[in-house]
């Protein structure tokens, strides 16, 4: 009877009652509601990639992180205690997918049970490529020009190659890595510098080696000038012969840019030897053009010369010149 009483006194006016608690109910969760503030945190968002697959395409800097919380019982929320993830290592198959993004927050929130994160937005979508790695040339650019008379002659790299990594298909078309320029400017002398490679593009990097070794060597700058008109000198002539006309010819030099700057022909580099000859005549003389060890002759017009040598005409006496006038 008491238990059927109880029941009755319970059940009584049970609409009316049931609509008090609920009135109850939404006060108290309106009365929590405003003590909670909300604050938004940009974490940048960063990606695992542990697994064999990786990511092909562009993912957001920073996800938008809402902090809710009661003020007065909550710590401090600073924003290094937060941080935002999308993990993509337990994939296995190449596609697309929407990532979950994870949050990582410090033992103090984790603690915290007013406290509540969401990320905006929620899931990152991506498509992913098998991881794969291979060995490329390593090429080093160089800028600026050495001294005024030198030239590069030969630039080493050391190792040759690099071993890259990334998605498959871009990995597949890199040609070779670039290391950062080698200045050349002024330069004369062999030398040696570290030259950073540099990650072909943002999907793609260098796993080794971060440095190259560049071993650049120099040398003369060597050029080539030709001259023009030169006349023949004939050396050793006889004093009583002379040569009717007197033959020109062209030559190209070759040589230290330094040296063959300097270096002009006289009248004597242009030679004919004569000591053999005693007598007037037709001559078909060779010819030699003298020009310091360090240049060489590439090229000459001829290499002979063909000369009528005469007798000299001898001079007046001084009285036949008087009687002459």
Same mark, same amino acid.
Not at 40 to 51: A, I, Q, Y
Not at 172 to 180: D, F, G, L, T, Y
Not at 212 to 232: G, I, N, P, W, Y
């Given at each position: 009877?008491?238990?059927?009483?109880?029941?009755?006194?319970?059940?009584?006016?049970?609409?009316?009652?049931? *609509?008090?608690?609920?009135?109850? &109910?939404? =006060?108290? $969760?309106? /009365?929590?509601?405003?003590?909670? %503030? !909300?604050?938004? @945190?940009?974490?940048?968002?960063?990606?695992?990639?542990?697994?064999?697959?990786?990511?092909?395409?562009?993912?957001?800097?920073?996800?938008?992180?809402?902090?809710?919380?009661?003020?007065?019982?909550?710590?401090?929320?600073?924003?290094?205690?937060?941080?935002?993830?999308?993990?993509?290592?337990?994939?296995?198959?190449? *596609?697309?997918?929407?990532?979950? &993004?994870? =949050?990582? $927050?410090? /033992?103090?929130?984790?603690?915290? %049970? !007013?406290?509540? @994160?969401?990320?905006?937005?929620?899931?990152?979508?991506?498509?992913?490529?098998?991881?794969?790695?291979?060995?490329?040339?390593?090429?080093?650019?160089?800028?600026?020009?050495?001294?005024?008379?030198?030239?590069?002659?030969?630039?080493?790299?050391?190792?040759?190659?690099?071993?890259?990594?990334?998605?498959?298909?871009?990995?597949?078309?890199?040609?070779? &890595?670039?290391?950062?320029?080698?200045?050349?400017?002024?330069?004369?002398?062999?030398?040696?510098?570290?030259?950073?490679?540099?990650?072909?593009?943002?999907?793609?990097?260098?796993?080794?080696?971060?440095?190259?070794?560049?071993?650049?060597?120099?040398?003369?700058?060597?050029?080539?000038?030709?001259?023009?008109?030169?006349?023949?000198?004939?050396?050793?002539?006889?004093?009583?012969?002379?040569?009717?006309?007197?033959?020109?010819?062209?030559?190209? &030099?070759?040589?230290?840019?330094?040296?063959?700057?300097?270096?002009?022909?006289?009248?004597?580099?242009?030679?004919?030897?004569?000591?053999?000859?005693?007598?007037?005549?037709?001559?078909?003389?060779?010819?030699?053009?003298?020009?310091?060890?360090?240049?060489?002759?590439?090229?000459?017009?001829?290499?002979?010369?063909?000369?009528?040598?005469?007798?000299?005409?001898?001079?007046?006496?001084?009285?036949?010149?008087?009687?002459?006038?």
């Amino acid at each position: 009877m008491k238990a059927e009483s109880l029941l009755n006194k319970i059940t009584e006016n049970w609409k009316e009652k049931s *609509g008090c608690v609920v009135a109850a &109910v939404v =006060l108290i $969760l309106v /009365s929590h509601t405003a003590r909670l %503030e !909300t604050k938004n @945190f940009f974490p940048s968002l960063k990606t695992v990639e542990d697994g064999s697959m990786t990511i092909v395409t562009s993912v957001p800097e920073t996800v938008n992180v809402s902090v809710r919380h009661d003020s007065k019982t909550s710590p401090i929320i600073k924003p290094e205690e937060i941080q935002a993830y999308i993990d993509v290592s337990y994939f296995t198959e190449e *596609g697309t997918y929407n990532v979950p &993004v994870r =949050l990582s $927050l410090s /033992s103090d929130l984790l603690l915290n %049970e !007013t406290v509540e @994160f969401i990320a905006n937005p929620s899931h990152i979508q991506v498509t992913l490529e098998e991881k794969t790695r291979r060995s490329v040339p390593i090429k080093v650019p160089v800028t600026g020009n050495p001294l005024h008379g030198y030239e590069v002659s030969q630039i080493k790299v050391h190792p040759e190659e690099a071993i890259i990594t990334g998605p498959r298909k871009m990995v597949e078309k890199v040609a070779a &890595v670039n290391c950062e320029e080698v200045v050349l400017t002024d330069k004369k002398d062999d030398f040696e510098t570290q030259s950073v490679c540099r990650n072909p593009n943002k999907f793609i990097h260098v796993v080794s080696p971060y440095n190259a070794v560049v071993s650049v060597s120099l040398q003369a700058s060597l050029v080539t000038r030709k001259f023009d008109k030169c006349r023949v000198f004939f050396a050793n002539l006889d004093k009583g012969l002379v040569v009717e006309s007197q033959p020109e010819i062209s030559f190209t &030099v070759s040589g230290a840019e330094l040296v063959l700057e300097k270096f002009y022909p006289s009248e004597y580099t242009v030679q004919c030897d004569c000591s053999n000859i005693y007598l007037p005549g037709e001559y078909e003389l060779p010819i030699v053009i003298a020009v310091q060890d360090a240049l060489k002759i590439e090229d000459q017009s001829v290499e002979k010369v063909k000369v009528l040598i005469k007798s000299k005409p001898a001079e007046a006496a001084p009285a036949e010149a008087n009687k002459a006038e």
